[in-house]
């Protein structure tokens, strides 16, 4: 008997491990979902600054899961090749051809590569050639394209070291680049799993407080320093488009180099000693030196140490010099900023920030251009007396912008805009720039008058605009609004200010964006590409931007799908509802609650959306507006759980009121924060009959030091870290959950851990819970198999859990 009972309870057990993991070969979706998610993508689009050319580079829709199946080294936070010394998640481009702007055909580039892996494409400055890098299999090579030709020609064979970037820069001559490339004597990786340890790893703390988020991919051992030095290692050289190589810099680990726009400075960063294990690379001692053009050193300008210490807040900053960069306006002259706060936001200070300015050879002082009351955001040069400078402050959303006269700094700075950054129906827009004699871009300046171009957006919709701004009266007046009620035009540059000519991009729900000269003299219209709708199956599908409110008045809005065919008028069938969201956080109701969708924007369905289920018989509301607000001293998350839910109650219940839906059929979902804010609805709430949540972070005591949007640490606020977190909490979860991780994910704080433990809880607790891995995929997720198996997984467990 007792042999009997044995038997039967290994067969039990057997059977439980043979359900609970499912040794499954990738699968596609549904042929509906398949045909809109295997198109093949459009090319992108690069004119140069005359609009004279445009060069369209073609790239495959997704990448296999051969590409990601390569050799990787995680040091520093870099993710890198170290067999081609290129970032290991890099994307190619596979062809290139390119057009005058006037033609109607392109032409094929000559020359190219067989099989290319094209990447930092980059004009030089005279745009009579294009620069890019070619990946092979044993390294980086450098090529040039003839524009005029339209031909292409190999420069050096694959010695470049693409480690930290773009490993070249033009000259200002056209003829020469400045090239990065690995030291002919590098050492030989160390193995680790091999090498041995010569004793333990130990960190120490000094006592010194600060505020580091969860960083990936950290060095974490002495072998890990020794090879994230011998690959960041590089030496400099010119090289001219007949391949004529002059040496320039012997070995270093060269972080950064730029030229000053009159190419007779050259500014480079290096990064030193000691490195880290709880920041990456960047936050590593540096040290900045301007060369001229012989290699001569000239000023040692910035020395930043290791900077593992930072005061808390997001407007906090680090000490010392910071913003280093050539002033687009002068021949060659630096700016940079210094905080006056020693960079910590809780210390009070008139001004928060100090831009300055300082000329070539730099025997001269620096001059202080202007001090500003919050943290620096930015400057756009414009001539020696007019900049543009703003500034930010986190906790109020408040941004200033100002006009300064850097020639004269007594004169005091003008602010022209102090509003909320988070207000997108009061934002000015953007001013407009153009290239100088230096090839720079500077603001734009026509008779005293500057140009801003806004994005448009309105309580009653979405209207793009050109605004000409006097620089002496400080008044703008409109130009141009774009008053489209069927399509979306995106303003996005202006290219002949005299005779009113403006590159815009136009698009409509079912209209591929193409672009467009528009001339806003004569209205007259011209177009500049063809690109065809890859999605005509969808293109008769009911589209609307919907406008709800929340039970406390806040206004919301989602866009409404539904599928193509559904009789609107009887609604005799009820469909089910899919609703795809992330939260976002907001400090007042009134910036919440503006609506940034635009119904007429091109349907363009992607993993990261339900849309591709509007074929399937389902309501989609996409992108729902899911605001976190905290007004005055009140933080967002302090009722995170409570504004969760009644942002969720109010999209189904628009959605009901209009008598589309089934409301005991709806199903929540998202991506990161998306995902955590779908866990913690099936964890508090009834309203879904089921979620998927991908690459989410569910436990936030692994993120103690902050989190989104969050600045204050689990120390601070231990209740509202275990109040959010769903993994605290899984006992409470009971609703069908589909968790997606890929399992190389590297973005801070949601380590594949987090999908892996929660699902380990929810299942011995109980829950209906399924997980899914994709191999090698980071964050976002790219290779073909994977996606078309990620939407088979969704499909198959929404047609279970909630169609059915």
Not at 735 to 742: E, I, K, Q, S
Not at 765 to 794: D, F, M, T
Request: charged content about 25%; proline content about 5%; hydrophobic content about 35%.
């Amino acid at each position: 008997m007792r042999n009997r009972i044995l038997l039967f309870l290994i067969f039990c057990l057997s059977a439980t491990i043979a359900k609970a993991q499912e040794n499954l070969t990738y699968q596609k979706p549904s042929a509906s979902i398949l045909a809109l998610a295997d198109y093949e993508r459009a090319p992108s689009v690069s004119m140069n600054s005359k609009k004279e050319y445009i060069l369209f580079s073609y790239r495959s829709t997704y990448k296999t899961l051969d590409d990601l199946n390569q050799e990787e080294l995680r040091l520093g936070g870099l993710r890198i090749n170290p067999i081609t010394n290129i970032s290991s998640s890099a994307n190619y481009i596979s062809n290139l051809k390119i057009r005058k702007v006037n033609d109607k055909v392109e032409t094929q580039i000559s020359g190219l590569p067989a099989n290319p892996k094209i990447s930092n494409i980059s004009w030089s400055p005279n745009e009579n050639k294009i620069a890019f890098t070619n990946t092979i299999a044993t390294g980086v090579e450098l090529w040039v394209i003839d524009v005029v030709s339209a031909s292409a020609k190999k420069i050096t064979e694959a010695n470049l070291n693409a480690n930290l970037g773009s490993p070249f820069n033009w000259m200002k001559d056209s003829e020469t680049l400045l090239i990065k490339t690995i030291p002919k004597n590098r050492p030989t990786l160390i193995d680790s799993k091999k090498d041995l340890p010569k004793g333990p790893t130990v960190s120490s703390s000094d006592g010194s407080k600060s505020q580091n988020r969860t960083y990936p991919d950290l060095l974490k051992n002495k072998t890990d320093e020794t090879n994230f030095e011998t690959l960041m290692t590089s030496e400099l050289y010119k090289v001219n488009l007949s391949s004529k190589i002059d040496f320039f810099k012997g070995s270093d680990l060269y972080a950064g180099e730029s030229f000053s726009p009159d190419g007779n400075f050259l500014m480079i960063t290096t990064i030193l000693k000691p490195f880290s294990y709880i920041v990456p690379y960047n936050r590593f001692p540096l040290k900045t030196i301007v060369y001229d053009v012989t290699g001569r050193e000239i000023k040692v300008v910035n020395e930043v140490p290791l900077n593992e210490v930072i005061p808390k807040g997001f407007s906090s900053v680090r000490k010392g010099k910071r913003n280093m960069g050539w002033r687009a306006d002068k021949p060659a002259t630096l700016s940079y900023v210094v905080s006056l706060d020693e960079g910590d936001q809780a210390k009070k200070a008139d001004f928060r920030d100090e831009l300055f300015s300082w000329d070539a050879p730099f025997t001269n002082e620096p001059v202080s251009l202007v001090k500003t009351q919050q943290r620096f955001d930015g400057v756009l040069w414009g001539n020696d007396n007019i900049a543009i400078v703003s500034d930010e402050w986190y906790d109020t959303r408040n941004t200033k912008t100002y006009i300064i006269n850097p020639s004269n700094p007594s004169q005091a700075p003008k602010i022209i805009s102090d509003r909320n950054s988070q207000d997108i129906y009061s934002d000015p827009g953007n001013f407009e720039t153009k290239r100088n004699e230096y090839n720079r871009y500077v603001l734009a300046i026509e008779n005293n008058n500057a140009y801003l171009i806004g994005d448009g957006f309105t309580k009653e919709g979405q209207f793009p605009f050109i605004d000409e701004y006097n620089l002496g009266t400080l008044k703008t007046k409109r130009l141009y609004t774009s008053l489209y009620k069927d399509k979306k035009e995106s303003l996005l540059s202006i290219e002949d200010f005299k005779k009113g000519e403006v590159l815009v991009q136009i698009q409509s729900k079912n209209e591929f964006p193409n672009y467009y000269f528009r001339n806003l003299k004569s209205k007259k219209l011209t177009q500049l590409t063809t690109f065809k709708n890859p999605f005509e199956s969808i293109k008769n599908v009911y589209k609307e931007v919907i406008k709800y409110k929340r039970k406390d008045g806040v206004d919301l809005s989602g866009t409404l799908y539904l599928p193509d065919g559904y009789d609107r008028v009887k609604k005799s069938e009820k469909l089910p509802l899919l609703i795809w969201a992330y939260p976002e956080e907001f400090k007042d109701k009134n910036s919440a609650g503006q609506n940034k969708q635009n119904p007429n924007e091109f349907t363009f369905p992607y993993y990261g959306s339900f849309v591709y289920w509007v074929t399937k018989g389902y309501a989609v509301l996409d992108d729902a507006s899911f605001p976190i607000i905290g007004e005055g001293t009140t933080e967002p998350n302090d009722t995170f759980m409570t504004q969760l839910v009644d942002d969720a109650a109010a999209a189904i219940d628009a959605v009901d009121k209009l008598g589309y839906i089934n409301r005991k059929k709806c199903a929540i979902g998202g991506h990161s924060y998306g995902a955590f804010m779908t866990a913690n609805l099936l964890t508090h709430s009834n309203l879904f009959a089921c979620g998927i949540a991908r690459s989410g972070a569910y436990n936030r005591t692994l993120t103690p030091f902050g989190f989104q949007s969050e600045q204050r640490n689990y120390w601070d606020i231990p209740t509202i870290y275990n109040e959010m977190s769903p993994f605290m909490n899984a006992d409470k979860m009971k609703t069908p959950l589909l968790l997606v991780h890929g399992d190389a994910d590297n973005n801070p704080g949601t380590f594949t851990l987090q999908s892996e433990r929660y699902f380990q809880a929810l299942k011995n607790l109980g829950a209906p819970v399924r997980l899914v891995l994709l191999p090698k995929e980071q964050h976002s997720y790219v290779a073909k198999e994977n996606i078309l198996h990620l939407l088979w997984e969704q499909d198959q467990f929404l047609e279970k859990y909630l169609k059915n």
